[in-house]
Structures are given as C-alpha cells and as structure tokens.
C-alpha cells in the first residue's frame, strides 16, 4: 500500500463549539488512537481529497506537533446534505503488528466465458485482509483467464503470500454469467461449446 503526508495541527480543546469553528476555517477535527493516549488534531479539508476520490486504500503519515504517526483512517463522517467531512479517527499502525484493511480487486485477463458470450460479474470490489503493513498490497490481483461460463473465483482460491484473507473461502469475487448470447452459441443437446 502507499503512503500519503497529512499535515495536522494539534488542538486541544473539544466539543460542538471548538468543532464548529474549525469546520469554518474550512478544518476538520480528528483523533488518532491506537497509540499510548489518543491524539486530538486537525486537518485542513482538501487534504481528504486525496484518500476519498479513489478506490485504493492508503497509509497516511500523520505530521502533528513536530512528530510524525504512521497511521490508517479508520471512519468518517459526511455532512448529511453538503457531503463535507465533518469528523476523522485514524489508527496509528506499527510495523510489527497486524492491520485490518479492505482492498480494491483488480481483475486481469479476459475469461474464457467471456469470449463465448458470457456476461463478467464483479461480485466483490473490495476484500478485507490481514497481516504485516509492508505485506498489504495495494490491490489484490485476481486473473480470470481460465474463468469459463457459469463459475466463479472465490475468496478460497486467492493465494496472498503472508497474508490472511478475512472472508469465508465460499465468497465467490468475480463471476461469468450465461446471457442469451452465450446459450444460442451452444451447441444443440444442452451442452457447452469447447474453449
């Protein structure tokens, strides 16, 4: 996974009040934990930008007070009607210890199903997997060139070194479903025409 820098200024007063007032200087309060106490800073609003407008996953190094906090963000909150980030928590993450992530699927190949007709069906965008921060990878390959008409790849059939995949193994990630094309392609008597 990358690595991207925020900025934070400490703050130390919390409530609705302090609150406001930074989301009206265009800030946004958070809280890193994780750590031996929890840390109360905040963000200038554009930064989010940066982890929300994409579909991958990042680590963030957290630059507050003259320290720097190898962290995750972990929640969010959204203005129900303007979508602004009103709130953040991170995690701070260490090298020796396990983190917890959801990770985009990246599809690769062209199925065999596919060519015959079939219809690709992305079942799972996202896996969530478990291990080391320097084994997390930032997508999760998944090749589908041997995937034929009315099979699936499942969560049991990745093969991730050093990580574990915290999805039952029957969780199928990307499917080939028969369209009409496909069954006027096959061959009379029901059966499926070869690759």
């Not at 320290?67 to 602004?84: E, G, W």
Request: charged share 30%.
């Amino acid at each position: 996974m990358e690595t991207i820098a925020f900025k934070g200024t400490p703050r130390e007063k919390t409530g609705k009040t302090p609150n406001k007032q930074l989301r009206i200087e265009k800030m946004v309060p958070c809280v890193l934990y994780g750590g031996k106490e929890n840390l109360l800073f905040s963000v200038e609003e554009s930064e989010f930008r940066l982890i929300l407008d994409t579909p991958f996953t990042y680590f963030t190094d957290l630059q507050v007070g003259g320290n720097t906090y190898r962290a995750m963000l972990k929640d969010i909150q959204f203005h129900p009607v303007s979508d602004r980030v009103l709130h953040a928590d991170f995690m701070q993450v260490f090298e020796d210890k396990d983190v917890t992530v959801d990770i985009p699927v990246k599809i690769t190949g062209l199925s065999i199903g596919v060519k015959e007709g079939g219809k690709l069906i992305l079942e799972r965008r996202k896996i969530k997997l478990k291990g080391l921060p320097k084994d997390i990878p930032a997508e999760v390959p998944v090749d589908i060139t041997n995937l034929a008409l009315e099979k699936s790849i499942r969560c049991g059939d990745l093969n991730l070194q050093g990580i574990k995949v915290l999805e039952t193994e029957a969780t199928p990630i990307v499917s080939v479903r028969s369209t009409r094309a496909s069954k006027s392609a096959a061959p009379e008597g029901g059966g499926s025409a070869e690759a």
